[in-house]
């Protein structure tokens, strides 16, 4: 795994341990896919990266200029290669921040906080992409304007959830990305 643009552009990330194989890190294509698209809309943005399992898509969205990442798993050994990861590269602590909970959990928490950009890419196989999409879009944590995208192994139900509507979806490979904007409604 490596970083693949902006400021730590072809920066190695640290392998994962063996315990941690099952894991399923964000491809360099479908990133590289991703970013393309949001373009310099990641500049100064406040990122959130839930299910972050190795933290790839939050570290490349610091590469590029966000000016704060969230990254929220619940998984501890998650947590503990995301920090090595920062580490690693040398990314300042006042740039990240780093959650043990579930994603759920976490969105319910929020009271208060709006992000420009949202990332989620829960398990492959489970009802909770919908579930936290619809979350999402129920509570009010995508700023006026803001995206959500969501990486998934099927093509999802294109419909508006709550204030987010669908832009766009696209097949990378045997992944699904969609595209959710909040319009301000």
Known sequence: MRVIGGKYKRRELVKLPRQMRNLRPTYDRVREDIFN??????????????????????????????RVVTFVDSLPMSVRIIRQNCERLGIQESAVRMLQMDARGFIRSL???????IFIDPPYGSDLFDETVDLIG????VASGGIVVGQSDREVQ???????VCMRQLKCGK???SFWENSGQ
């Not at 129920?138 to 944590?141: A, D, H, P, Q």
């Open 138 to 141: 129920e509570g009010g944590i």
């Open 175 to 177: 992944t699904w990305i």
């Open 158 to 164: 294109v419909t508006n959830r709550g204030q987010i």
């Open 37 to 66: 698209i949001l373009s310099t809309g990641v500049a100064g943005a406040r990122f959130l990266d839930l299910y972050a399992g190795t933290g790839c898509v939050g570290i490349e969205a610091v590469s590029r200029g966000a």
């Open 111 to 117: 009271k208060s906080g709006k992000f420009d950009i």
